[in-house]
Nanobody, 126 residues
Framework: QVQLVESGGGSVQGGGSLLLSCKASGDIGSRYYMAWFRQAAGKEREGVAFVATGGANTGYADSVKGRFTISQDNAENTLYLQMNSLKPEDTAMYYC???????????????????WGQGTQVTVSS
């Protein structure tokens, strides 16, 4: 079992940047595929950025491609989301998630993510 704690959210003007961090309680490098999801008020949770077990492969939602970068520091057991050129529509609660379903090393489906953080709020003003 792994516990996840997000930080780095806040309020920023459109065009600004934020770096989200997700500290894991255990070794994430070779055991978990990970992702960032977000949920805006009144909307369903959506996947934003994904990284395969080990960190070699990444993927992004079309809405953030070219603006957001997911990365992980295995030595620090920390997942990051660098968010640049932020837009008001990026406003949401952002969640870090991890999964280790047997046979899966990369997935965009939130049903395969077993462990979730408590979330960190990102608010982008126009």
């Amino acid at each position: 079992q792994v516990q996840l704690v997000e930080s780095g959210g806040g309020s920023v003007q459109g065009g600004g940047s934020l770096l989200l961090s997700c500290k894991a309680s255990g070794d994430i490098g070779s055991r978990y595929y990970m992702a960032w999801f977000r949920q805006a008020a009144g909307k369903e949770r959506e996947g934003v950025a994904f990284v395969a077990t080990g960190g070699a492969n990444t993927g992004y939602a079309d809405s953030v491609k070219g603006r957001f970068t997911i990365s992980q520091d295995n030595a620090e057991n920390t997942l990051y989301l660098q968010m640049n050129s932020l837009k008001p529509e990026d406003t949401a609660m952002y969640y870090c998630a991890a999964g280790n379903t047997y046979g899966i090393v990369y997935t965009r489906g939130n049903s395969h993510y077993k462990y979730w953080g408590q979330g960190t709020q990102v608010t982008v003003s126009s």
